[in-house]
């Protein structure tokens, strides 16, 4: 597979409707970036380790194991040793924009969701001094933007984002897009694969970033996902492969049978994301997709 250029959509413009777009999530995420994340972020993506700062003297309630003894012999008074938090983290935002992406409810959809995810994370790491990047992906790679800092940056994951509008006939490949990050990934990142998982294969190629990488799924959901809703007889598509059937979603025995279908897509995306060792995160596109990511975080941060 060839290389994907690391820029932006070049088909891109900024016309007025979508700078008001990036405008309104700006405002939307930074704010609950604050509140929602603030030091739970902090506390649960920690960087690659510690290096000493200085020394200074000791006070009582000071660990004694970290006394250092050569200042200490030298100063005649006990001196202990401070360390910082060596942050050097990248925060990775792959992105599903296949043709599955366009289904569901139209006022937000699940590509209004990932936007609004991709600005929350990206904010985050802009605040603590981490790089954010970005991933987005249909039946290949599309447009790779490596991790850096900066608002400035941030601001061009979440534009490139909303430029990325699904195609009609693009199938969601995910095996293609984790082992393309797994070759230009070079630095332990934390990766967040924002997807419908509507995909199958892609367990072995998950698991291996996952070895490297600390990986979190973020999985779409639309409410269409699990019910059928009842509009009568309905021409409906396969979004990726075209294929076209008429449904009587009047039908009580349909719409029970779409359920159970449902719901076994479900528990097998739920067995496969957990055998490759990664969390997922379930996000309702309907509602408050910061909710269940704010909570993912609490949680461990709590845990550490």
């Not at 909710?291 to 709590?302: G, N």
Request: hydrophobic share 45%; net charge neutral.
């Amino acid at each position: 597979m060839a290389r994907v250029a690391p820029q932006s959509y070049p088909a891109l413009t900024l016309s007025a409707d979508l700078l008001a777009r990036i405008h309104a999530i700006e405002i939307r995420t930074r704010r609950l970036t604050a509140s929602l994340l603030g030091g739970e972020y902090r506390s649960v993506f920690r960087g690659a380790g510690i290096e000493f700062a200085e020394a200074r003297e000791y006070v009582d309630g000071d660990d004694v194991r970290m006394i250092d003894w050569n200042v200490t012999a030298r100063m005649g008074t006990p001196w202990v040793k401070q360390f910082v938090e060596e942050r050097d983290l990248s925060v990775m935002c792959v992105v599903d924009r296949s043709a599955s992406a366009r289904v569901g409810t139209p006022e937000r959809g699940r590509f209004g969701a990932a936007a609004d995810l991709v600005a929350l994370l990206a904010f985050a790491a802009t605040q603590n001094g981490d790089r954010a990047g970005l991933l987005t992906f249909s039946d290949a790679p599309d447009v790779y933007l490596k991790p850096e800092r900066g608002t400035r940056h941030a601001l061009r994951l979440v534009r490139d984002v909303l430029a990325a509008e699904p195609d009609f006939g693009r199938r969601t490949k995910i095996a293609d897009a984790v082992d393309y990050l797994g070759r230009v990934l070079r630095r332990r990142s934390v990766v967040f694969v924002i997807s419908d998982f509507l995909d199958a294969g892609y367990e072995e190629a998950l698991r291996g970033l996952a070895r490297r990488h600390e990986v979190v799924a973020l999985v779409l959901v639309d409410p269409v996902d699990g019910a059928l809703p009842d509009m009568g007889m309905v021409a409906v598509a396969d979004a990726e492969t075209g294929e076209r059937m008429w449904v009587d979603t009047g039908d009580a025995r349909v719409r029970a049978r779409y359920a159970e279908a449902a719901a076994a897509r479900a528990e097998a995306r739920r067995r496969a994301i957990a055998s490759c060792g990664v969390e997922e995160i379930t996000i309702p596109v309907t509602g408050d997709v910061i909710a269940p990511l704010a909570a993912y975080f609490r949680r461990r941060a709590q845990s550490r």
